[in-house]
């Protein structure tokens, strides 16, 4: 009975591969979102989904392409890896108009 | 533009001591304040928010912060600080963009906690 949940929680790849991160919530929530943290922690806004339509894309290279078949998934596909593409993804999840972010525990991206 | 500011990338306190985080915001509106905790390995988990209404937020294990509009501040305080307290907090701060909200971080302060 996951609140925001990632799948994998640890990914490692070699520079070139296409891979996939899966988020589902089960809250109910019309907004899901995919950040960014760097290896200084730094945690960056990516995308953000309200009802299955993208709302927000924060300048983030094209090779990154979310899908959000419906309301409670959102999905983060990379295309051609690059080694500064290494960070923790986190999906999480909210109500527009109510500030209270779910945060999904992560998944941590190595590229080799 | 909404943004917050955390002063001190390290904080470092005695176990039982006082813990004091800092955070400055800068709004032009009225702003949604947010302090989260991450542990080691883990995802965000949060401790308090402030919206509206009593400028004092009581949060989950012990902490919380006041909102003081004067001093464009939201810091974090916890009485008495306990071995577990040790983890990475973030200020956050909702930030409208074409009409849609998104939570924006500040840099972090890892706090550390010695017996």
């Known amino acids: 009975d996951t609140a925001v949940s990632q799948t994998p929680k640890y990914l490692v790849t070699q520079m070139g591969n296409d891979k996939s991160i899966k988020c589902e919530q089960n809250?109910?929530?019309?907004?899901m979102y995919w950040y960014k943290q760097d290896s200084k922690k730094f945690l960056k806004i990516m995308f953000s989904?309200?009802?299955?339509?993208?709302?927000i894309n924060e300048t983030v290279p094209n090779r990154f392409s979310p899908k959000s078949p419906d309301k409670a998934h959102l999905n983060l596909h990379i295309n051609s890896l690059e080694l500064g593409d290494s960070a923790v993804y986190f999906c999480?999840?909210?109500?527009?108009?109510?500030?209270?972010?779910?945060f999904g525990s992560g998944t941590r991206l190595t590229v080799v | 533009a909404q943004s917050v500011t955390q002063l001190g990338s390290h904080v470092s306190v005695s176990e039982g001591a006082l813990v004091l985080l800092r955070c400055n915001y800068s709004?032009?509106?009225?702003?949604?304040l947010f302090w989260y905790v991450q542990y080691p390995n883990q995802g965000l988990q949060l401790l308090l928010k402030y919206t509206t209404g009593a400028t004092l937020v009581k949060g989950i294990n012990g902490f919380e912060a006041e909102f003081k509009k004067s001093e464009t501040s939201f810091h974090l305080t916890k009485p008495s600080a306990h071995m577990s307290d040790a983890a990475e907090y973030f200020c956050a701060v909702i930030k409208v963009n074409s009409g849609y909200s998104t939570l924006t971080f500040g840099k972090g302060t890892m706090l550390l906690v010695s017996p």
């Open positions: 709004s032009s509106v009225p702003p949604y």
């Open positions: 989904y309200n009802n299955k339509e993208l709302i």
């Open positions: 999480a999840s909210g109500r527009q108009g109510d500030y209270g972010y779910t």
């Open positions: 809250l109910g929530h019309d907004t």
